[in-house]
């Protein structure tokens, strides 16, 4: 069973950076894809980026390409976020999962979840 514990959310400024964490335990192999969605109350979970264990390729949305960069390294998952804006602020969530190609963005195809961290963005 994965287990994911997020850390590293807050509060900062627009155009402010933060740094998300995310453990994993439980063992995720290279079959695996892990990254972040985010979430506003009452809207659905929403795409920010994932990455590939297998070949370590990338995937973001294009609302933060350019300004997020996620990574990995042993057992930490991270999502540096650069040039923060308001409309960045939300529950941010670590996902993993096996998720075909096609279908990368959807979180309906990740089954382990972590608790959340929230982002708040704001002057």
């Known amino acids: 069973q994965v287990q994911l514990v997020e850390s590293g959310g807050g509060l900062v400024q627009p155009g402010g950076s933060l740094r998300l964490s995310c453990a994993a335990s439980?063992?995720?192999?290279?079959?695996?894809?892990m990254g972040w969605f985010r979430q506003l109350p009452g809207k659905e979970r929403e795409f920010v980026a994932v990455?590939?264990?297998?070949?370590?390729y990338s995937y973001y949305a294009d609302s933060v390409k350019g300004r997020f960069t996620i990574s990995k390294d042993n057992s930490k998952l991270s999502l540096q976020m650069n040039s923060l804006k308001p409309e960045d602020t939300a529950v941010y969530y670590c996902?993993?999962?096996?998720?075909?190609?096609?279908?990368?963005?959807?979180?309906?195809?990740?089954?382990?979840w972590g608790q959340g961290t929230q982002v708040t963005v704001s002057s």
């Open positions: 996902a993993a999962g096996r998720p075909i190609l096609s279908a990368i963005q959807s979180a309906n195809m990740y089954y382990y």
């Open positions: 990455i590939r264990l297998s070949s370590g």
């Open positions: 439980g063992g995720t192999s290279s079959s695996y894809t």
